[in-house]
């Protein structure tokens, strides 16, 4: 990826003094902090983006790994290139036409890397079924493909609440107890709170069979917010920068009240499962892999909430002893891949991405979100301007509910966990009874390793890199590897 010199004049004229230009169309570039309006170029070997304030990148052709159709506020003109640098980039374009024709360039090119990941659904549910791909990466894996995107916040991944036990002080990961029902939706987890929901749904559809007109805005739903949006996104990342300064703009360069901003996440679960009718949201995939989003490293001043307490780094359950974030990782990575959460995970799935997210199916699972949140929510044809806007904003706002993979129950899966468990004190104390450590040197149930090859080495503190061969090498310090 290399700027282009932006003194230069139109985008055209500035590529063509070194490269031949084969296709051009308008398009917006998506990006976490927004939109940028512009213009794709494509060369011979390079493809440019060139913004209408005259800033552009460019990025080689053969490092197309992969290309994936997008949606961007519910229109399906979007598309998202992965490079084998492990940059993206999410454009949107004018029309479907227009994308369409930019992919069509595209294929044309004889690509050495170029794919499309949307054939590998299969396979990829085969080795989660057979227990060849851990939980984490098969639902990240699911994100990709139904169109959630690090780039639009309001598609960003979502993967489930999968713990129910924020207050005990030792993690029991064998517990059913400890889990949350992944075969319901997260706002009903409270059985008590399924008549409301119904009761909100019944409702709305006397409405909308009393209605003179067959407004889609009218159409009976169970939950009026959504459980992945850029709001929620930016509540749960509001510590961590670039978001931080994405989180005040949308507050008028304010934080949140106090008592709102995410401070406890054992409150979190509670107002999302039981004690709120509007607060119905999954979690991110930082929750699994990321601890510096529950610190406040930068020392922002978030204020003092009612009770006193100054809202500062977030409040993390007992068993996270001494509200450690990593440990909090930790635990909660392995009760995202625990047999618990393996042997369910198919349910959620069924609600997220599968048969339930729409239709009867979605209605008797109480799984039906606003209708601004599913594509096909007209907005065009809609004559009234203000209404229209109004539409436009819900889009905006609410949520977007991703593109459907499964038409029938996802397959459970065959698999549990061979590892062994390890039910011992953790190495910096508090106890977590079901931990899977995994097999390696002196884990248990192993038995004392066997010395079968030992040679001094000349070198001291090498770098030993397995690769996927089986095959180890060792690496002095200082060096870098080189590629022909």
Known sequence: ?????????????????????????????????????????????????????????????????????????????????????????????????????????????????????????????????????????????????????????????????????????????????????????????????????????????????????????????????????SGIVLHF???????????????????????????????????????????????????????EFLVNMNGFDFGLRQSGERVNHVTLPPWSTGNDPRRFILLHRQALESDYVRENLNHWIDLIFGFKQQGQAAIEALNVFHPATYSGFDVDSVPDPIERNARYTMIKTYGQTPKQLFASPHPASNAKSSRENDTQLLPLGGTAIGIKWGNFVGANGQGEPSLVWKQAHPVRGVLLCPVATGEIYGIPPGHRGETN
């Open 237 to 291: 990342l509001v510590r961590l920068l670039p978001y931080t300064k994405l989180f005040l703009s949308y507050q008028d360069r304010n934080f949140d009240i106090p008592d709102r901003t995410f401070h406890n996440l054992g409150a979190t679960w509670r107002l999302a499962s039981v004690e709120s009718t509007t607060d119905v949201k999954e979690m991110i995939p930082e929750s699994f892999f990321l601890p």
């Open 1 to 229: 990826m290399t700027p282009i010199d932006k003194n230069l004049g139109n985008s055209v004229d500035r590529i063509s003094a070194f490269d031949v230009i084969r296709f051009s169309s308008p398009c917006k570039r998506i990006l976490p902090l927004g939109e940028v309006n512009g213009e794709i170029l494509m060369g011979r070997s390079d493809i440019y983006f060139v913004a209408n304030e005259g800033e552009g990148e460019n990025w080689s052709l053969s490092e197309i790994r992969l290309v994936y159709r997008r949606r961007y506020e519910l229109q399906d003109q979007g598309v998202e290139l992965f490079f084998t640098s492990s940059t993206t980039l999410f454009l949107t374009f004018e029309t479907n036409a227009d994308r369409e024709s930019f992919l069509k360039e595209l294929s044309n090119s004889n690509l050495p890397s170029f794919a499309t990941g949307e054939e590998n659904l299969t396979e990829m549910t085969m080795l989660w079924k057979e227990g060849l791909m851990t939980n984490l990466s098969y639902l990240m894996n699911l994100n990709t493909l139904a169109g959630r995107s690090y780039n639009d916040l309001m598609q960003y991944p979502v993967v489930p609440f999968v713990l129910a036990d924020y207050s005990s002080s030792c993690l029991d990961l064998t517990n059913q107890s400890s889990y949350r029902n992944l075969k319901k939706p997260v706002g009903i987890q409270d059985p008590n709170n399924e008549r409301h929901y119904i009761h909100n749904y019944n409702y709305l559809k006397n409405e909308y069979q009393n209605a003179a007109s067959d407004d889609l805005i009218k159409v009976p739903y169970h939950y009026g917010s959504h459980y992945s949006n």
